[in-house]
T-cell receptor, first 112, second 113 residues
Framework: QKEVEQDPGPLSVPEGAIVSLNCTYS??????FMWYRQYSRKGPELLMY????GNKEDGRFTAQVDKSSKYISLFIRDSQPSDSATYLC????????????FGQGTRLTINP | KAGVTQTPRYLIKTRGQQVTLSCSPI?????VSWYQQTPGQGLQFLFE???????NKGNFPGRFSGRQFSNSRSEMNVSTLELGDSALYLC????????????FGPGTRLTVL
């Protein structure tokens, strides 16, 4: 069993929809959680970063962490065709700042 | 400020050969990490270098190695290539003041025939 599980999709939704992306994890030592976006033929770029349970909002994006359930989510409001990409969750322990463990990635398509 | 650059962008090798990939971090960044991305396993951490020292290592065989130079540029080497080494190899750099933000390069696409 992988430490981080993420539904690979693909996920296809109409423009303007609310998108929900999720990851579960098994390692209770994970304390820092990130969401990356990766466009085709590009490297991942950091979207959201959080280290506490609860919600963190940044524009149309909201990251949610529930450490008790070992579950994290990313919500995208008012989705745009430009949001079409692969979304990867990532997490790490307190020590080992650069050793990220990634989910498989969810391929998202927003249809105009 | 220029982003992370990786060379070459594409590479084709045959089994048994060795390969060296290069990464130039963002100016001022001293930490460089390497990841392997495959459809089956996703993104997996290879190793991290900081000030020319390996600071973290993932679960990869000894055929995978790396180094970092005094100017923070980094190389990774894979010896005795296997078909399963075909992947996108990504390099990421981060600064001392923001260690949790890793900036990724575009990657090197390695195909092993």
């Amino acid at each position: 069993q992988k430490e981080v599980e993420q539904d690979p999709g693909p996920l296809s939704v109409p423009e303007g929809a609310i998108v929900s992306l999720n990851c579960t994890y098994s390692n209770s030592a994970f304390q820092y959680f990130m969401w990356y976006r990766q466009y085709s033929r590009k490297g991942p770029e950091l979207l959201m970063y959080t280290y506490s349970s609860g919600n963190k909002e940044d524009g149309r994006f909201t990251a949610q962490v529930d450490k008790s359930s070992k579950y994290i989510s990313l919500f995208i409001r008012d989705s745009q065709p430009s949001d079409s990409a692969t979304y990867l969750c990532a997490m790490r322990e307190i020590q080992g700042a650069q050793k990220l463990v990634f989910g498989q990635g969810t391929r998202l398509t927003i249809n105009p | 400020k220029a982003g992370v650059t990786q060379t070459p962008r594409y590479l084709i090798k045959t089994r048994g050969q060795q390969v060296t990939l290069s990464c130039s971090p963002i100016s001022g960044h001293r930490s460089v990490s390497w990841y392997q991305q495959t459809p089956g396993q996703g993104l997996q951490f290879l190793f991290e270098y900081f000030s020319e020292t390996q600071r973290n290592k993932g679960n990869f065989p000894g055929r995978f190695s790396g180094r970092q130079f005094s100017n923070s540029r980094s190389e990774m080497n894979v010896s005795t290539l296997e078909l399963g080494d075909s992947a996108l190899y990504l390099c990421a750099s981060s600064s001392l003041t923001d260690t949790d933000t890793q900036y990724f390069g575009p990657g090197t696409r390695l195909t092993v025939l």
